[in-house]
């Protein structure tokens, strides 16, 4: 059978081992494609068989004439659509929630809040704008990650990084500063 012929038994029957017989022909050009865009082997070789199970659905739906070069344009059109998920993902580093960690642990159970040190969070809280008393509540009370605050607050994800920073700097501040903080 020619390549018009399997596509049409493919898309007639959905026979996967059509489908394969089809695609296997093309796996090392598709690999090489993937590999020019995405640079990384393992990602390129991942690419490589989630184009496989995409075309599972595709080739029943879309009648494709020249297979090598609509599955050409197909492969370098997914590569570049993972390059763009790439750059809206947002890498976060860990570093920044290190340092109350950290603290916590070294005091250990030598720390105990007071019912006074509690009102005087408070009190410190309440001063905050309301940016910064917005996310530092969800951040440290509701343990919200950056990207949902974002979502939830309508902030931009710098913004929303500032704030909890901003405010976090201004809560120590306050519950260090002498006096009863009002």
Same mark, same amino acid.
């Given at each position: 059978?020619?390549?018009?012929? &399997?596509?049409? =038994?493919?898309? $007639?029957?959905?026979?996967?081992?059509? /489908?394969?017989?089809?695609?296997?022909?093309?796996? @090392?050009?598709?690999y090489g494609v993937c590999f020019k865009y995405l640079q990384n082997a393992d990602r390129s070789q991942d690419?490589?068989?989630?184009?496989?199970?995409?075309?599972?659905?595709?080739?029943?739906?879309?009648?494709?004439?020249?297979?090598?070069?609509?599955?050409?344009?197909?492969?370098?059109?997914?590569?570049?659509?993972?390059?763009?998920?790439?750059?809206?993902?947002?890498? &976060?580093?860990? =570093?920044?929630? $290190?340092?109350?960690?950290?603290?916590? /642990?070294?005091?250990?159970?030598?720390?105990?809040? @007071?019912?006074?040190?509690?009102?005087?969070?408070?009190?410190?809280?309440?001063?905050?704008?309301?940016?910064?008393?917005?996310?530092?509540?969800?951040?440290?009370?509701?343990?919200?990650?950056?990207?949902?605050?974002?979502?939830?607050?309508?902030?931009e994800l710098n913004k929303v990084k500032s704030a909890i920073q901003n405010g976090k700097r201004n809560l120590?501040?306050?519950?260090?500063?002498?006096?009863?903080?009002?």
């Amino acid at each position: 059978m020619n390549e018009k012929e &399997l596509l049409l =038994e493919y898309r $007639l029957t959905g026979n996967l081992d059509v /489908l394969g017989k089809l695609y296997a022909p093309y796996m @090392s050009l598709l690999y090489g494609v993937c590999f020019k865009y995405l640079q990384n082997a393992d990602r390129s070789q991942d690419a490589v068989m989630h184009i496989f199970e995409e075309l599972i659905g595709k080739l029943r739906l879309h009648e494709v004439d020249n297979f090598k070069s609509w599955l050409h344009v197909y492969t370098k059109n997914y590569c570049l659509m993972q390059l763009r998920k790439d750059k809206r993902a947002v890498h &976060l580093d860990i =570093e920044d929630n $290190l340092f109350e960690s950290e603290r916590k /642990l070294e005091q250990g159970d030598e720390f105990k809040w @007071s019912e006074e040190d509690f009102e005087k969070l408070d009190h410190c809280i309440q001063k905050l704008n309301i940016e910064q008393r917005e996310c530092v509540r969800l951040f440290y009370l509701e343990q919200m990650c950056y990207k949902d605050i974002a979502e939830q607050t309508g902030y931009e994800l710098n913004k929303v990084k500032s704030a909890i920073q901003n405010g976090k700097r201004n809560l120590k501040i306050c519950m260090e500063s002498k006096g009863d903080g009002k």
